[in-house]
């Protein structure tokens, strides 16, 4: 084990965390918008008490628990960690403070960082695999600051920019969307070899598919207004049952954040012009699918991405969040598969559903992943607010249906010939 | 086309309808007790209506619709079809009064009869498939009928039996479960040769499958006690976390229809000592998929159900509903799966989701199944109140994860060597 | 003590009660078309439990009761007589049919007859209080039974007529509305002398009153019309602060059952041409004071109200239920106040609360009125649907502000000189 | 005009609102813990809305206004002033930023100062009324301020205290309560005379009495234990029937903020232990009804109580808010009416309604009162949060039933001789 290097890590992704509340104030920090989302306070702490509870209580001797009522007030939904604050009364919790909130970070920085440098081989080698996914578990939640605090400030009439002054592209077209074919079989999906991946991931195992074809790229923004002007709303023949439902019970005419009359929408830079050539995003699972419908395609198995994206020579995935622009951006042109994990969560069609043999992790986070595979589709890709290195050809996300607050939009697939 | 046989068929299934609802009184038959159920007159009627829009209106030349009011009442669900009567306010109807609507299905059998015998031979081809499609239909509102119906009466406390007079069984203990084990490989599932299958049953496709293990027969009721008397309702380490919720918002503590105190649950026979011998069913997902959790199981998929019943040598199916009792029955001992479609609808993992190259019936129809293939998940088998010859090995039941007034129980899968 | 007048009586006051359900069928009794509302079947059990429980239960020796489980479903809200079935279940008793209930009737009627007839002098003398109650509630049942009927047929899209075949007047215009003046000062109210009256119109006792006019009749369809024209429903300035947010919650913009596109609205005789001369009604009490804003007058206050009818000669009121018109009708012409009593009940400004000195009545009966002194408005007169002889000058009729369903209107008040 | 006296009282009045948001920080002042309150933020910015607003922007030549946009965000409810950010939604605002509202605070307070010292006498003449209102309407703001943040701070497991550090009194018994006879009669009550009152305090009007009894004092926490002791939350006899209702629904045993376990109850201080001898409060209508019902009591009419301060020597009040303790104190002895504005608001049995010949106000401010005049009850008094100097005899609070986030409490009231 490096533990400098191990060291370095966590010092970066740690401070990543607090360079995104940066922008922000103690107020900002404190609110909670809906039930889905948490306050940025409350990301900070929790990813912290994630440490705290699952590192260095057990592995780290000598730590002193910084305040022992945060345990409760921080679980997020660990049932074997004991009771908890009920998730929809986050945005209550003036105190802590957020300044305590940072020092609660500090103490928990402090106490990793000795730990790694100073403990005992043996007990950091038994951490070793929790410190892992603390960081990953950080870097998720990364994300969820983002898309959190984007929905909080899109309720505010002022409409404030978590990041204003950014400078709009001149709005343009798509590059074309071309349709690539794979030959399915009998392939191999799941994560196996060396590297980082979550229990849902595996194991790899075989799955037999259908000659099938995909996208190119996402579906973009002018796409998307061209299903919108054909009646897209309007016509129950595109849409599941239940999205159909979802759009008449809130009379929905376009995506989130989405303003058509003007003609912008609401992003992380304030309201901006709506570009045709970046690819659609705030959507949930039934505009994805009724968008397919009407284009006359269909969204693709997890399967299919995962086993087209496996044939892809890996591209250097370009510089993302807090470095350039929080949102999607235009695909480039070029050969394969375009904006595969940069831009957009791109909808499957596939529940989320254990794989076969898998088997959750052991302890308390075996409740990571495992007790949700129920009522929710998983997301393939990234975003152009995951952390760079983060995802992976294997990464499920998933989200309910009609979630729509996230980096959120579909790549094609047809059935091949 | 053998035009008598069709004749008798028709006369048939449509004949037993109406002996499902002689049980019952006028007042029964026009009460709905939750959005998710029918009164049984709406039965009734939605299942002519079927047959007069889809067959009769447009193939029988000269066919007097009965009251172009009905149209709107009795449509459920079909948006081509146009506007309809709200579900939830399907128990506002005390007119039609329930005779009308028995003159109502007169006035269509007798169209239907004469179309059959009379018809010309391309009108008849052209609504053959429609004709077949209407009797599987009406087959599936027949069970929805007792299932509705056993709801509605649950509700009254004066618990009145739909049918009196039962005689219970003395209660025993189920036979003992054993594992079957099936190899796996590249197998092929779906609705491919003769005979009726609904569009969501194909194409039939190939499936990869590990090796897994199935239990010779359902869980009974005296090993679902054993799981609540364990804690089973109060531990949340074998819930999923939307089962888990679910359990804590309706404070949950037995199946549906059960009243462990007094030892009884209510059936349509009335209330009847629990036997630990029976199946045990009126279970949503959420209580089969943490029951095979605290048995140290799974649910199976349902390409693992459907792989193992096609290697079963068909057995003669039981006299069912209305000719015997009106509830799963113990399993009798034998080789094999026992109670594959007899005693109650098994849960499985898998989600309701459209097979590789699934395309829906064209027209109205096509709005049959394929809309409701999300937030789902797909039951296998049949029960004590599916029609005799309604079900096969590759049918697909589907219901929501939180739904129990089916008669719904589980198989226990494992993974296999 | 009259026994035979008090039999004649009772016999003519219940078998109204069947007079009233025979226009309908087993399966309009049945159903319940909101919590507010009631199954006329439960109307005509539930004023049969109140003789059997209050009269002769305790008061006639050796009564036997028809069926012990009925005090469980017919206890409508008396904690006192312990626990019952909830309110907003009343639909779901399919059991025990109509017939049953009509037994029951007669069962509860020939007791009561006979211990009429030849019973104790003392144990009648005691019940006689009750008795002559259990009349009263029945009548209050029977204006419930119209309207809650009312309301079940009006959900119904065949549109169905109570009384079918009723020959709509020529639409007209209403007679012209005179001010009426009273002077005021220190006046009584209440109910004082012989006569039955309930325990929450006393005591009589005084009230100060300032000067004030009221309007010779109900206010009419036509002039409500006018102020709906003027953009009634959609200017805050008219309405009481709860009754504007209940206008945008529920985008009304017209009485309940109106259908002003139509010029129609849905009555006990089927959908009718709207009659400007007609008193308007179903309003609640939101709906009539934005309508007195508008006016530039108010609502009386009960006080108001009872003080000037008080000062009426009495005129013989015209027959009015199941014999005529079952909707309010035109006021004719004459001196003084109009339609006191046979056209609309009519919303006052004043709270439902105890008079001064106000004592319930001893035992269950003490739940009648006084329980309900909260969060209601009084409706002073009477209405088309309330049984000839059964209001008075003192009678309080009370409702939520937001309820429309029964036969509601307003005579407009002004402070005087 | 006393244009420095008025410039003092404006100073003195603005600092108070200051004053009560210094222990808290801007985190704890952007929050909102249920629709019914506010966030101290929303406050201190609706204050200043209503001066710039209503004084400044009419009144005051050549006045800028601070923030076009903030006319949308800090109108309450008034329909004639524009549209306005939703109520419930009050608590998503992070932006602007308390600072930002400081600034904005300052900016009025400079303006409305200058416009005080060098205004036409004209335009400050015009302009007195609205001032006087606007200062009025701060007080009220002020009191609701600490009730607001005291739900806030109740909701947070931390507990923290609003007011750290006061030391809590000796548990002890209240004094003896006494009764004290009103003959009644004809008396006046509202306001008539010099000095400020509210629109719904006017105009002074004859009232008829009988006579009735008052308690000396309110009641105490010791006496209200006996109820809770005596099944007071169990026994529906006392309770009215929506009262019963709100007590099932919420499983209720105890007022607001108490801990009955524990023997404490949350305040503006922390947890603290129950005082006997202090009197109860945080009750809401039902509770203070119920209450009375057990103490074989009732509660008073709003005029029963007027009329009764009227003939008591009016006592110097005591400092209260800030300068105290932020809780109410048990009640001294003394002759008299104990305790009548400087502890808890007094529930009256009398609905909130328009006295005989009320006008509202004209202009916008005509909404100040009047359209709340439904659903609501009066509570007479005053407490212990309200602003030395702003409570009266004439003065009408009024909440909806079920409140109970106030200092509210109760004095009991019997019928006299």
């Given amino acids: 084990m490096d533990r400098s290097r191990l060291q370095r890590r966590l010092e970066a992704v740690r401070a990543h965390s607090l360079a995104l509340a940066q922008p922000l104030s103690a107020e900002d920090c404190a609110l909670q918008s809906m ?82 440098e100073a403990g005992h081989e043996r007990a950091l080698s038994a951490a070793a695999g929790l410190i892992e996914l603390g960081l990953q578990h950080e870097q998720q939640h990364q994300e969820l600051m983002l898309t959190d605090v984007k929905h909080l400030l899109s309720l505010n009439p002022l409409q404030p920019a978590y990041l204003p002054g950014a400078t709009p592209r001149p709005p343009g077209e798509a590059v074309p969307l071309r349709w690539l074919d794979f030959g399915g079989g009998l392939v191999e999906i799941g994560h196996g070899g060396a590297g980082f991946g979550f229990d849902n991931e595996t194991p790899r195992h075989r799955v037999w598919l259908e000659p099938y074809q995909l996208a190119s790229r996402p579906v973009s923004c002018g796409e998307y207004l061209a299903f919108m002007a054909d009646g897209g709303y309007r016509r129950a023949e595109f849409w599941l049952s239940d999205g159909w439902a979802w759009v008449q019970a809130h009379a929905v005419s376009a ?163």
């Fill in 35 to 116: 039930p889905d989302a948490s306050p940025v306070k409350w990301h900070l702490a929790h990813t912290s008490w994630f440490f705290e509870t699952l590192v260095l209580g057990p592995h780290c001797a000598g730590y002193r628990v910084f305040d022992e009522r945060f345990g409760f007030l921080f679980n997020s939904y660990y049932e074997a960690l004991g009771p908890r604050h009920p998730r929809p009364q986050r945005g209550m919790l003036s105190r802590p403070a957020l300044q305590e909130v940072l020092d609660y970070r500090r103490h928990v920085d402090a106490a990793l960082q000795g730990f790694i």
């Fill in 255 to 417: 995506p989130l954040y989405w303003n058509p009359e003007a003609g912008t929408h609401f992003t992380l830079h304030g309201a901006c012009p709506l570009d045709p050539a970046e690819p659609v995003c705030h959507l949930n699972l039934y505009e994805a699918a009724a968008y397919a419908q009407w284009a006359g395609a269909r969204l693709p198995t997890e399967a299919e991405w995962e086993a087209a994206v496996q044939l892809q020579p890996a591209a250097p995935m370009a510089a993302k969040a807090l470095e350039g622009h929080l949102h999607p951006a235009p695909a480039g042109d070029g050969p394969g598969l375009l904006q595969v994990e940069d831009a957009v969560w791109q909808w499957t069609r596939s529940a989320y559903e254990p794989y076969p043999g898998f088997r959750p992790l052991p302890g308390a986070v075996g409740e990571y992943n495992g007790k949700f595979m129920v009522g929710q589709n998983v997301l393939r890709g990234g975003s152009c607010a995951s952390p760079a290195g983060h995802v992976r050809a294997s990464y499920r996300n998933f989200f309910a249906p009609a979630a729509r607050w996230q980096f959120t939009g579909l790549r094609l697939a047809r059935d091949g010939a």
